[in-house]
């Protein structure tokens, strides 16, 4: 891991309060890690903190929101391959997906988000 870089353990309270559907509280754990990083690093910590946040916005029905952060979340991590930092890129877009296409509809996919919540699988690298 190069100098600088975010090893999976700063990611793990993040992804904790995320796997408990405390999308506001996993942005601010993962928002202390960002500060400070650039370049890729900087890029893959604002696409989960992204994420977070679009979630947040569609709990509390601001499907406008979700819908903008959640496109420019998608487009942050679309540069990453299936893993970064441990974390399991491949699952979480795959996962998000769905929300994604229904706000993209106009939809809401608040249901989705009750019944099948995404989840962070961060393993050590």
Known sequence: MEKGSVGPGALAEGAEHFNCGEYFEAHEAWEKVWYGTEGEENRFLKGLIQVAVSLHHLETGNLAGARKVMTTALDYLREFSSSRRG?????????????????EQGGDPYPLLESSPPRIIVRAD
Request: charged share 30%; hydrophobic share 55%; net charge negative.
């Open 87 to 103: 974390v399991d890129l491949d699952q979480l877009r795959s996962a998000v997906l769905p929300i994604f296409r229904e706000l």
